[in-house]
């Protein structure tokens, strides 16, 4: 039998700007407006003032962790000008997860900047990596007691979202789709420049250093985990597209604590690059394949690729209406992830993607959510799965 931590870490996750509402100060409120076929996130699903009740049915249920994030363009919403009452806000988040039992496990950035940043270039401005600096070194003020913190969600994601904005600066709108939903018209999505990844690097490490400083958090930052195999004759172009799609950010977290890992589905690379995900009636509502597999890929090629630093599921999970498939997915990933903790990989936790349904940077359509939102009355309705989930962590048995 599997032996798991026993401060193993059972949770759900969410992004403030997928879940809050209004976070009209950031640069993904104002993108929403411009992106060809996008809808706008409006109030999400209120999360911002819901989040009492949203922590409350986690904990009810059996979990005891919750991943959600710092909304920077609420914490300065000017260059240099802070908010003490947003970070006010996020304290009392912090404090009613831990009033709850669940352990908080909070992210600095998750893809949207304030629109300021935006403006003066973004993540390609000289200063970039001083704002971002002087940002998170505010948010260590209200970490006290914080655990868990990672600095960037998915740099390799951001890094392809980064040029993708500067080709929209350009007025090549035509390419801004949404970065996670595969629809049929769909262009294929850029290799992430290992360029933008090494900008990231450095703003990862120095951020990591004032977390280090500051607090005692275990400090890391998550990956896109591609999980990607080798079609015939494709495993020579597996490890260069490997490299600038996950390595570069894996290798990076050597001297982590942690390395979140975010997986949901595999992808096969042949001679001539990543293969579309084949069209099949189990593909996802993003039009990823239907790989409950991809976790224990994912998982066991960041323990090499790191060389052994502890890794953290940050996000694993599967868009689809039928509750019924979440579970069914979710239940042989978890046994993919026993299967590497068995042969040594030191996992310390499984942060289910998402608590809600949200905003899927750009769509309402894709539902990820333990629990349905009522988008008018903003009422919650737990799904199956997340009494299923909650049933696991209490126990750690998969049956
Ligand atoms: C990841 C993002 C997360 C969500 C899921 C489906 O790439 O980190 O915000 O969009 O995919």
Same mark, same amino acid.
């Given at each position: 039998m599997?032996?798991?931590?026993r401060?193993?870490?059972?949770?759900?996750?969410?992004?403030?700007?997928?879940?809050?509402?209004?976070n009209?100060?950031?640069?993904?409120w104002?993108r929403e407006?411009?992106?060809?076929?996008?809808?706008?996130?409006?109030?999400?699903?209120d999360?911002?003032?819901?989040?009492?009740?949203?922590?409350r049915?986690?904990a009810?249920?059996?979990?005891?962790?919750?991943r959600?994030?710092v909304?920077?363009?609420?914490?300065?919403?000017?260059p240099?000008?802070?908010s003490?009452? &947003?970070?006010?806000?996020?304290r009392?988040?912090?404090? =009613?997860? /831990?009033?709850? $039992?669940?352990?908080? !496990?909070v %992210?600095l950035?998750?893809?949207?900047?304030?629109?300021?940043?935006a403006e003066?270039?973004?993540?390609?401005?000289?200063?970039a990596? &001083?704002?971002?600096?002087?940002y998170?070194?505010?948010? =260590?003020? /209200?970490?006290? $007691?914080?655990?868990? !913190?990672? %600095?960037?969600n998915?740099p390799?994601?951001l890094?392809?979202?980064t040029?993708?904005?500067?080709?929209?600066?350009?007025?090549?709108?035509?390419?801004w789709q949404?970065?996670?939903?595969?629809?049929?018209?769909q262009?294929?999505?850029?290799?992430p420049d290992?360029?933008?990844?090494?900008?990231?690097v450095?703003a990862h490490?120095?951020?990591?250093?004032?977390?280090?400083?500051?607090t005692?958090?275990?400090?890391?930052?998550?990956?896109?985990?591609?999980a990607?195999?080798?079609?015939?004759?494709?495993?020579?172009?597996?490890?260069e597209?490997r490299?600038?799609?996950?390595?570069l950010?894996?290798?990076?977290?050597?001297?982590?604590?942690?390395?979140?890992?975010q997986?949901?589905s595999?992808?096969?690379?042949?001679?001539?690059?990543?293969?579309?995900?084949?069209?099949?009636?189990?593909?996802?509502?993003?039009?990823?394949?239907?790989?409950?597999?991809?976790?224990?890929?994912?998982?066991?090629?960041?323990?090499g690729?790191?060389?052994?630093?502890?890794?953290?599921?940050?996000?694993n999970?599967?868009?689809?209406?039928?509750?019924?498939?979440?579970?069914?997915?979710?239940?042989?990933?978890?046994?993919?992830?026993?299967?590497?903790?068995?042969e040594?990989?030191?996992?310390?936790?499984?942060?289910?993607?998402?608590?809600?349904?949200?905003?899927?940077?750009?769509?309402w359509?894709?539902k990820?959510?333990?629990?349905?939102?009522?988008?008018?009355?903003?009422?919650?309705?737990?799904?199956?799965?997340?009494?299923?989930?909650?049933?696991?962590?209490?126990?750690g048995?998969?049956?």
């Amino acid at each position: 039998m599997t032996s798991i931590r026993r401060d193993f870490l059972w949770g759900a996750a969410t992004a403030p700007h997928q879940v809050e509402g209004n976070n009209t100060l950031s640069d993904w409120w104002a993108r929403e407006a411009r992106m060809p076929g996008a809808e706008p996130s409006g109030d999400a699903v209120d999360h911002y003032h819901r989040y009492p009740e949203d922590m409350r049915l986690l904990a009810d249920a059996g979990l005891n962790a919750y991943r959600f994030g710092v909304e920077w363009a609420r914490v300065e919403p000017r260059p240099g000008q802070i908010s003490r009452a &947003e970070l006010a806000h996020y304290r009392r988040m912090i404090d =009613t997860a /831990i009033g709850y $039992g669940l352990t908080p !496990v909070v %992210t600095l950035h998750h893809f949207s900047s304030p629109r300021w940043f935006a403006e003066r270039g973004g993540w390609l401005a000289d200063e970039a990596i &001083e704002h971002f600096r002087s940002y998170a070194d505010t948010v =260590t003020s /209200i970490l006290d $007691g914080v655990e868990w !913190v990672a %600095t960037l969600n998915e740099p390799n994601m951001l890094a392809m979202m980064t040029m993708l904005a500067a080709a929209m600066q350009r007025g090549d709108a035509a390419q801004w789709q949404s970065p996670t939903v595969k629809g049929a018209t769909q262009v294929l999505l850029p290799v992430p420049d290992p360029s933008i990844g090494r900008r990231f690097v450095e703003a990862h490490h120095a951020v990591r250093d004032i977390v280090r400083e500051r607090t005692g958090a275990n400090v890391g930052w998550t990956v896109a985990n591609q999980a990607f195999t080798a079609a015939p004759g494709g495993e020579q172009k597996l490890a260069e597209v490997r490299h600038d799609w996950e390595d570069l950010y894996l290798e990076a977290a050597r001297g982590d604590d942690f390395i979140g890992v975010q997986s949901y589905s595999s992808q096969q690379v042949g001679p001539n690059g990543i293969i579309p995900y084949p069209p099949h009636p189990d593909n996802t509502m993003v039009g990823t394949s239907y790989r409950p597999d991809a976790l224990g890929i994912a998982v066991r090629h960041a323990w090499g690729a790191t060389g052994g630093v502890p890794v953290l599921v940050t996000e694993n999970g599967i868009a689809v209406a039928d509750d019924t498939r979440r579970i069914a997915y979710t239940a042989e990933a978890l046994q993919h992830l026993y299967q590497a903790i068995d042969e040594g990989v030191d996992v310390r936790g499984y942060l289910h993607w998402s608590a809600l349904d949200n905003f899927e940077w750009g769509h309402w359509e894709p539902k990820f959510g333990l629990i349905a939102v009522d988008r008018e009355t903003f009422q919650r309705h737990p799904k199956p799965s997340l009494a299923w989930l909650g049933n696991i962590a209490k126990t750690g048995k998969l049956r």
